[in-house]
């Protein structure tokens, strides 16, 4: 295998951070120009969105109840038991719900088209669709964005609401909390501050999924181990840039709102 | 008084579509073109060969804008898509066809609807895709595939689905990258009558690449008889006027001209090529 010299790696990665802020920013001027493939959008939002609602809803439900449990123990020794649906719905709200969301649809979404458009890559699929005069980035990309942002908008709504509900389930059951107890406290202390961060994060994060998947399936070299590749790289750079991007955003939303 | 004498025996009166002027491209330390200059006229079908690596399949991207040269300057339709930028670029492209290689068919469509790729974009009438879908197909003889996928379909069935999409909106230049490349003789041939047919029919200019010599000479050597409906030999001449070839070696055009030039030539390497 040769070996690379370093200023040639540093080169391809500022390439790539220079071609994927390409594609990121035609992927949003694209919102505003014409033609706008909606059956297309409708097409992608059922994959990303109502595919992805079991492994979303399973992944809340089980954190919920996971988070009740586990806090359980430590609220009981200062005598706070009650205080279980808070800390639920304030994780699962703020941080939980959107981040863990976020990253299953990594990987499922981000994975699903970098190996869809990278297969269409090494089989020249995408030199065709420019060949016949379509962008491919205005027919495969700014769908993808769009359906990606707005149906993780949504799904991680219904994850914080199965997280509530796991938490529900576990703290009735097992921590013997009352339902009125649970729930008065799970919305008590909810603030607009605390829901607007659990609210605005899947915009980012849909965006990094859907640009990030793109981005490999676009750069996709090689044949079908290209491909294999590609699918890989996609989810291990939209998880470890939620991540990141997730540490700033709460910093930011912190540092306005002040909690 | 009009030229008629040129270089590749085309007459320069007509107009040309197509034209390359000292095009260069590299990839990396390698550079594949090396000052390529030609002309396709309005009309003429230019059969390209070249060894595998010359340079040929690029030579196309070159000309549809896909790729960008080095140095040097493309003419396509008037208008040199060298320097035009790529939102413009899809405009120019509907004017042309392409082929590819290994079919590029969208594998998640229809074959209706990848021949109809083109016009659905242009948000044509539904009755007029139609009628034209089926136009398309039944000229290559897979009207009957209607809604079959790609994945259904030979090699050969796809690369003539290819050239249904290809033609679909009757564009003004053709680009075949090895139409026949990878198939049998049978099918190969029922390719290149089917380009002849194309060439004959509707005169539309066409830029071929292949290494398959027996292509290109069949396509000089023989025009389309509408009521046989079947290719037979040219009569006269014996070589197709509208048909020309050119060679590249190692980046560079060594040879534009006609079939009978071709067959004059003294040169070693291009003697040695198409014995």
Same mark, same amino acid.
């Given at each position: 295998m040769p070996i690379t010299a370093p200023d040639e790696i540093i080169k391809?990665? +500022? &390439?790539? /951070?220079q071609e994927y802020s390409l594609l990121a920013g035609e992927a949003i001027a694209n $919102? !505003?120009?014409?033609?706008?493939? +909606?059956?297309?959008? &409708?097409?992608?939002?059922? !994959?990303? %969105? +109502? %595919?992805?609602?079991? /492994?979303?809803? $399973?992944?809340g439900l089980s954190i919920g109840a996971v988070l009740a449990l586990q806090t359980s123990s430590t609220l009981q020794q200062f005598g706070s038991i009650s205080l279980t649906g808070q800390l639920v719905s304030f994780s699962m709200i703020k941080e939980i719900g959107p981040v863990l969301t976020s990253l299953m649809l990594a990987g499922r979404a981000a994975t699903g088209m970098a190996s869809e458009l990278g297969s269409m890559k090494v089989t020249e699929q995408i030199d065709a669709m420019r060949a016949l005069g379509t962008d491919p980035v205005k027919k495969l990309v700014t769908p993808r964005? /769009?359906?990606? +942002? /707005?149906? &993780?908008f949504f799904l991680s709504i219904l994850s914080d609401l199965m997280g509530l509900f796991g938490g529900f389930i576990v703290a009735v059951t097992l921590l013997g909390l009352s339902t009125r107890q649970y729930w008065t406290s799970t919305y008590q202390q909810l603030q607009f501050a605390d829901v607007f961060q659990g609210l605005c994060k899947p915009f980012f994060f849909g965006f990094i999924i859907a640009t990030v998947g793109c981005y490999y399936g676009f750069s996709t070299k090689g044949g079908t181990q290209g491909v294999g590749r590609a699918t890989t790289q996609a989810m291990v750079a939209s998880s470890v840039l939620i991540l990141i991007v997730d540490f700033f955003i709460t910093r930011l939303l912190i540092g306005v709102f002040g909690r | 008084m009009p030229e008629i004498a040129t270089s590749n025996g085309f007459p320069t009166a007509a107009e040309a579509v197509l034209e390359f002027k000292e095009v260069e491209l590299g990839f990396g330390q390698h550079l594949v073109l090396r000052g390529v200059s030609f002309r396709l006229h309005r009309g003429e079908t230019k059969i390209l060969f070249g060894v595998a690596g010359s340079g040929k399949s690029v030579l196309l991207k070159l000309a549809l804008?896909?790729?960008?040269?080095? *140095?040097? @300057?493309?003419?396509?339709?008037?208008?040199?898509?060298s320097s035009m930028p790529e939102q413009e670029l899809f405009e120019?492209? #509907?004017?042309?066809?392409?082929?590819?290689?290994?079919? *590029?068919?969208?594998?998640?469509? @229809?074959?209706?609807?990848?021949? *109809?790729? #083109?016009?659905?974009e242009e948000h044509a009438p539904a009755n007029e895709i139609r009628e034209r879908v089926t136009e398309a197909l039944r000229f290559v003889e897979l009207e009957h595939t209607l809604q079959k996928f790609p994945s259904e379909l030979s090699g050969g069935m796809r690369r003539r689905v290819a050239i249904a999409r290809a033609i679909v909106n009757k564009p003004e230049i053709i680009l075949y990258d090895s139409p026949t490349g990878g198939l049998d003789p049978i099918t190969s041939t029922t390719i290149v009558e089917l380009l002849i047919k194309q060439r004959d029919v509707y005169q539309t200019s066409a830029l071929m690449v292949t290494h398959r010599l027996q292509d290109g000479f069949t396509m000089a050597t023989h025009c389309y008889d509408q009521q046989k409906g079947q290719m037979v030999p040219t009569k006269g001449s014996g070589t197709n006027t509208n048909t020309t070839f050119l060679i590249l070696r190692d980046g560079r055009v060594i040879f534009d001209g006609t079939g009978q030039d071709l067959a004059a030539n003294t040169d070693e390497y291009i003697r040695e090529y198409i014995s």
């Open positions: 391809d990665k +500022v &390439l790539a /951070i $919102l !505003f120009r014409r033609p706008r493939y +909606v059956s297309d959008m &409708l097409m992608q939002a059922d !994959f990303i %969105g +109502v %595919g992805s609602l079991p /492994i979303v809803m $399973l992944t964005v /769009i359906s990606t +942002v /707005i149906m &993780l | 804008g896909l790729l960008k040269p080095d *140095a040097g @300057t493309i003419i396509v339709l008037g208008k040199e898509v120019l492209r #509907r004017k042309i066809g392409m082929v590819f290689q290994e079919s *590029a068919l969208f594998d998640s469509l @229809t074959v209706e609807e990848n021949v *109809a790729f #083109r016009l659905i």
